[in-house]
């Protein structure tokens, strides 16, 4: 392997489509780009999070509201729709057939989907014991936060759903394979920023 591939931003398809690999590297690296701006903007959000922790104002706090479980759970599926994706990811390197890399893809977005049905069912819990965001600054930075994440798996789903569209129309041809790449990127991103909101927000949490 070439120190050039060693280098490439984003999924070596080097050995399987040469011509692919090339185009990739300038828009996969572009990608880059926007993941760490929306990066920023998740550092700030944690931020602004940890300095109204204590602003609870007699009202519901962290250890009051949260449920662990749930939030483990919620876990280990977008977890889980990390492997997926990186087994789609697998398929579209060694020019898998399109059922394949449409069955991984399909896989993740319904870990997605119920992902995102037990965040609402817990904001629900949330509100109906009075924990909404105009409560109190410690419930508006967390709702600005952990929802933020949400509609960011939201919009991931829909990016899944565009790109099976896609791929039934046009096949694996090169601007669907590195609109795949992009959305890898963007799909193992929210994972990250999800580890640190399980970590920083739930489990500390826990002891407030």
């Known amino acids: 392997m070439s120190a050039s591939e060693m280098r490439h931003p984003g999924l070596n398809l080097g050995g399987a489509d040469e011509r692919t690999h090339e185009q990739a590297g300038g828009a996969v690296f572009g990608f880059w780009v926007f993941l760490m701006s929306d990066a920023v903007l998740f550092a700030l959000l944690f931020a602004t999070y940890g300095a109204m922790l204590p602003a609870t104002v007699g009202g519901p706090t ?9 939030a483990f759970f ?8 990390s ?15 399109r059922t394949q890399l449409l069955g991984w893809m399909g896989v993740t977005l319904g870990l ?6 037990m965040e609402l069912h817990d904001f629900a819990i949330m509100f109906g014991n009075g924990a ?6 410690y419930l508006s930075s967390f709702f600005a936060l952990v929802p933020l994440h949400g509609l960011h798996v939201f ?6 759903v565009v790109m099976m569209v ?7 041809d090169a601007r669907v394979r590195i609109n ?14 999800w580890i640190a909101i399980f970590s920083v927000v739930y489990l500390q949490g826990l002891i407030r």
């Open 83 to 97: 492997f997926t994706f990186g087994m789609a990811s697998v398929a579209l390197k060694h020019k898998a057939s």
């Open 155 to 160: 919009l991931g789903c829909i990016w899944i």
């Open 180 to 193: 795949i790449l992009r959305l890898g990127l963007f799909w193992h991103f929210l994972d990250i920023v």
């Open 74 to 81: 919620e876990t280990l599926i977008l977890l889980s729709s």
């Open 112 to 117: 997605g989907l119920a992902f995102l049905g």
């Open 62 to 70: 962290p250890a009051s509201v949260y449920k662990i479980l749930p």
């Open 166 to 172: 896609q791929l039934l129309t046009f096949g694996p």
């Open 132 to 137: 909404y965001p105009t409560r109190s600054g």
